[in-house]
């Protein structure tokens, strides 16, 4: 079963603020656990003297992604039998990074008093989902993008001509969707298409999930 979860806890204290899971699966009472680990490993990476505390953590198949702000942590978990691509790298935590930032500036009032009082309110912190949802459909775009122009740059390698892949690397940056255009590439050069896609398809399949990139698939 793939896991692909997003929480936003308490620095101090390690209490679970948000929890968002793009694919659906919630467990209340595991989330408050896992929260709680996740906040001790980061601070015990902070205790034995790394002072960011944690930034990336992989055990298996599983990896929890961190992107820590003034008054909370955001982290970015996934679960996936396969590995994940070196250049979905950046999507990833730039997305956690921009959570925590319009977390805590939509919130900045009441994470203050909640450190001041030590008092969490944890009704105040709802209804932050919308935001973290528009957040995904942003980095979506940008992957799409990124996903497009790895083909092209796979059917080069594969000798596909420049000829007819730049044009579309040029389109790609544009914001255009060009995967039906790779279709009017020449027949002649559809195994080294398929060898590329399949290679783009498989080096990052869970981002590609995680955004609903819609992947190509040539026969």
Known sequence: MHRVEIFV??????????????????????????????????????DVGFPGGVSLIRSGSLEARYSVGEF???????????????????????????????FEAKFRGELVEA???????????AGF???I???IEEYANETMELYQK???IEAMYAKVPQKWCLPLMERA????NILDDLYNIPFSYRSQLKEAVDK????AAPVWEIFGVPILRFL
């Open 72 to 102: 909370v942590f955001t982290v970015l978990i996934i679960d996936y039998s396969i590995p994940l691509g070196m250049m979905t790298e950046p999507i990833l935590s730039g997305m956690a990074k921009e959570i925590t930032q319009e």
């Open 173 to 176: 940056s544009e914001g255009h």
């Open 129 to 131: 989902d919308q935001q």
């Open 9 to 46: 806890i308490t620095k101090d204290g390690g209490t679970n603020l948000s929890k968002y899971d793009i694919l659906g699966n919630y467990n209340e009472e595991k989330d408050q656990l896992v929260s709680g680990f996740l906040a001790a490993l980061n601070s015990f990476a902070k």
């Open 150 to 152: 790895l083909v092209l």
């Open 200 to 203: 783009v398809n498989f080096s």
């Open 133 to 135: 949802q528009r957040i």
């Open 115 to 125: 450190r001041d009082s030590h008092i969490i309110n944890g009704a105040v912190f």
